[in-house]
């Protein structure tokens, strides 16, 4: 009887599986890394980098002048076009995974949103962004990646696209810890090797991942995931917000 059960349950589908925690924690490697897990395994799944555009902002800032994006905008515009960018591409990347009957790996989720509004010191923002978020329904599995802020900034600072302060990292690391859903999330170490934290990921997703540790092997970090040789419509789909 249990056997048929978790048999059952291995033959379910899972619709959406979300990666979040602070910038350098590495969100992006290992959604790319699951998304290929799934698909290998018979589940094509799609990766979704739900960004809120802050980055893009911020390059639009440097180009004018302006330090940063907050500077660019102000705080509570910041907050406002983030809300609002990454509401859409959630909206976007739950469509598109429903229509395809794809599992959604979601780079960043609206539990990425209420920590970046508490960072921020924007905390009259966050009951209108969860009502606007309140539509979506909540992943099967939310991973929260946790780092070091020291060592997140030392990975942000080698990989050279961006910049965040430790001030940032350390606010935003305890946002995380003290929003109401961190009790449901699967806390994972972010701070080993990649190999190391997909293993750790993928033990919690057993019903749908064989344990096979060369399976966790995949893109290098920040990088779209090489599809095996011939994939093909059921390879794994990176997917990119816009901006």
Request: charged share 25%.
């Amino acid at each position: 009887m249990a056997s048929s059960r978790r048999a059952r349950r291995g033959r379910a589908r899972l619709r959406a599986v979300a990666l979040i925690g602070i910038d350098g924690s590495g969100k992006t490697t290992q959604a790319h890394r699951l998304a290929q897990a799934l698909t290998a395994a018979g589940h094509p799944a799609t990766y979704h980098r739900n960004a809120g555009g802050r980055r893009w902002l911020g390059r639009v800032a440097q180009r004018i002048g302006r330090p940063d994006a907050q500077r660019l905008v102000g705080r509570d515009g910041l907050l406002v076009v983030e809300s609002a960018l990454r509401w859409l591409a959630i909206a976007l990347a739950l469509l598109s995974c429903l229509v395809t009957g794809r599992t959604a790996v979601m780079d960043r989720w609206s539990y990425c949103q209420y920590a970046s509004i508490r960072a921020h010191g924007g905390q009259r923002w966050e009951r209108l962004a969860r009502a606007g978020y309140r539509i979506f329904p909540a992943p099967a599995v939310t991973f929260l990646l946790t780092v070091d802020p020291a060592e997140a900034y030392r990975r942000i600072e080698r990989r050279g696209t961006d910049h965040e302060s430790m001030a940032w990292l350390t606010a935003a690391d305890t946002a995380y810890r003290r929003l109401p859903e961190y009790g449901g999330f699967v806390v994972v170490d972010g701070n080993g090797p990649p190999e190391e934290v997909a293993r750790r990921i993928r033990a919690h997703l057993s019903e749908w991942l064989p344990d096979d540790p060369s399976a966790g092997s995949g893109p290098v970090p920040g990088g779209p995931p090489r599809p095996a040789g011939g994939a093909g419509r059921d390879g794994p789909v990176p997917v990119q917000a816009r901006p």
